[in-house]
């Protein structure tokens, strides 16, 4: 067999980098992604709550280094794209990747014994992806009784259960989060069939394709949402670490 050229190996390692160029927004609504308010609140500096931060030193370096490839690298992709992609196709690709991610919304509800909303989340799967042309239009909006609820994850199910948010963390290329969340990060990975480590897609390169085009098509709102942030906060850092916390909590609250 002939070996890969260096031009296709770099292409490769581009791909895959992509794949984790994107911040860990809260929570992404199932139809639409969430408004700047609903993500982070009112990205209020003053905390009304300690936060946990013994590893600020090295979280405020990762920080500077994820803000480097968000302006550097993402913003310019996410540019290109929204220059050359239609509205309706944008649309059409973001219904669809949030249609995806369905196996996690039943697994956060089906921890927290939410037999409920798993029901709901099926549902209105079920006709997004029939009616909608696989998720590409949000059918089920159009029924009264499928109105979505407040998207679950493993780790809002965690903190359902009574584990704490533990040390505040911020991610290398994937932004804030925590040691409650990040398990429940892997969580979610591992519970969708489209996501290695189990995914149903055998081929690694599929797979690269599939996860490089999810994080094309979340930047624009995903990186719109962290620059607001940036440009009206006195101490960015501060203020994505309050938001996040405030709105992680609020959701589990909610349950």
């Known amino acids: 067999m002939q070996a890969p050229s260096s031009s296709m190996q770099l292409l490769r390692w581009f791909v895959f980098s ?75 690709a973001s219904n669809f990747f949030a249609n995806l991610g369905y196996p996690v919304r039943l697994v956060g509800n089906l921890l927290q014994l ?76 591992a519970v969708n069939p489209l996501k290695s480590p189990y995914s149903v897609i055998e081929e690694y390169q599929w797979q690269l394709a599939l996860d490089a085009t999810e994080v094309i098509v979340k930047s624009p709102t995903l990186l719109d949402i962290y620059m607001q942030l940036k440009d009206g906060a006195i101490d960015p850092y501060s203020a994505m670490k309050n938001g996040y916390a405030q709105k992680r909590r609020s959701m589990i609250e909610e349950e």
């Open 114 to 189: 939410e037999l409920k909303g798993a029901w709901l989340e099926t549902e209105r799967f079920a006709v997004n992806t029939t009616l909608g042309i696989v998720g590409v239009r949000r059918a089920a909006a159009q029924f009264e009784r499928l109105q979505p609820r407040q998207p679950e994850d493993v780790g809002l199910a965690f903190g359902a259960w009574g584990i704490g948010d533990g040390p505040y963390l911020v991610l290398p290329f994937l932004g804030p989060s925590n040691c409650r969340d990040l398990v429940g990060l892997v969580g979610d990975r």
């Open 18 to 92: 992509l794949v984790l160029l994107v911040p860990v927004a809260a929570v992404q609504a199932e139809d639409d992604f969430l408004s700047e308010e609903d993500l982070y609140g009112d990205f209020e500096e003053e905390a009304v709550f300690a936060v946990s931060d013994p590893l600020e030193s090295i979280n405020r370096a990762t920080f500077k280094f994820n803000d480097f490839v968000y302006v550097k690298v993402m913003q310019p992709i996410s540019n290109g794209y929204q220059k050359v992609t239609p509205d309706p196709v944008e649309k059409g």
